[in-house]
């Protein structure tokens, strides 16, 4: 069985949010989003290392939410995290163990992620190299030019919105990581930064359930997904 190790960034601010509380660290039915969120891994089998990077304020809260899964995994720690996502995943890869297999990166406030989703995306990483989670574009994309004029109108047929966990071999996702450091390269997603080296990455349709809490709105869409998962 492989040894999976997941690197949840969670140094975000809640602008976006409207609020000074980090998004991770807002509360949904009793427990922050990060809680929900790591409990998700938690229940997977091939997991055996968690690590969270974000910023050093929120260590003590950090740590506090994964004592609760100590007896979950085999290990489970904070990094300090960076000024972008991307340096605050290459930071907790460079701290992870050689004797994991596959990693996977997932948002932290992403929480109703499925073990399902989890296996299938680990099981097909294992396989090719990589794997992430997306679903079918439901709307129709526009590519505008130097103003608001459009430009282009792509097949949507065509177009997949990523959703994470994303998930690759160890040695593939370091590699990648390594070069982007090298080139000064920022991606907007870590199968970006293989795709760059030439390596395979494919798609495993994910659960429109597996939505992303960004502002006020998705706040209240979670609760509504917790109320129903509860009854």
């Avoid at 995943?89 to 932290?108: E, G, K, M, R």
């Amino acid at each position: 069985m492989s040894r999976l190790a997941v690197i949840i960034p969670a140094a975000g601010s809640g602008s976006r949010m409207g609020t000074h509380t980090p998004k991770p660290f807002l509360t949904l039915n009793g427990k922050t989003i990060l809680e929900h969120t790591i409990s998700a891994f938690a229940k997977v089998d091939e997991v055996v290392d968690i690590r969270i990077a974000t910023s050093v304020d929120w260590f003590d809260q950090v740590e506090a939410i994964l004592n609760k899964f100590a007896d979950d995994v085999e290990s489970a720690s904070v990094i300090e995290g960076g000024d972008e996502r991307q340096h605050s995943i290459f930071n907790a890869l460079q701290s992870l163990d050689n004797s994991i297999d596959l990693i996977a990166v997932h948002d932290a406030v992403r929480p109703f992620v499925s073990a399902e989703l989890i296996r299938k995306c680990a099981h097909r990483a294992s396989e090719v190299g990589g794997a992430i989670v997306a679903v079918p574009a439901k709307d129709t994309i526009k590519k505008l030019g130097d103003g608001f004029e459009i430009s282009e109108t792509p097949d949507r047929s065509k177009l997949w919105q990523a959703q994470t966990p994303q998930v690759f071999r160890a040695d593939l996702l370091l590699e990648a990581y390594l070069k982007a450091r090298e080139d000064d390269f920022l991606g907007t997603d870590d199968a970006s930064l293989v795709e760059r080296i030439g390596g395979v990455v494919e798609v495993i349709e994910g659960d429109r359930k597996n939505l992303k809490i960004t502002y006020p709105i998705d706040l209240k869409v979670a609760g509504l997904i917790l109320n129903e998962e509860d009854l």
